[in-house]
């Protein structure tokens, strides 16, 4: 049996949204949003995936698994100086998932 290197493929995409609206009552009296502003938000995420399909001898691109990192910057647009450097304005986070075409 020859060898064969793994189904494997790397996909990234990103995203970078300008400042937004409020969404919410910015300027009413005893709102939490009182004069709050937005940034730029800023989104990336990058995705390793096994083609399982090809891999197991099924139809390419039926079956895959995936493990990626996503990097979202600014989230939904939220000044962290606003809240006294809030991170929860930031999103770090490892993923993992599978796939199945129909």
């Not at 060898?3 to 300027?27: R, S």
């Not at 800023?42 to 001898?57: C, F, I």
Request: one cysteine or more; hydrophobic letters at 40%; proline letters at 6%.
């Amino acid at each position: 049996m020859a060898f064969q290197p793994l189904p494997l493929t790397f996909k990234a995409f990103g995203t970078v949204h300008g400042a937004k609206g409020c969404g919410e009552p910015c300027n009413g009296p005893g709102t939490l949003a009182q004069g709050l502003t937005r940034k730029i938000e800023w989104y990336a995420q990058q995705n390793l995936e096994l083609d399982a399909g090809k891999l197991l001898g099924y139809r390419p691109g039926m079956y895959s698994v995936w493990a990626g990192y996503r990097y979202w910057v600014n989230k939904f647009g939220i000044d962290p100086s606003n809240f006294g450097n809030f991170t929860a304005t930031v999103e770090s986070t490892w993923l993992v998932g599978a796939t199945i075409a129909f």
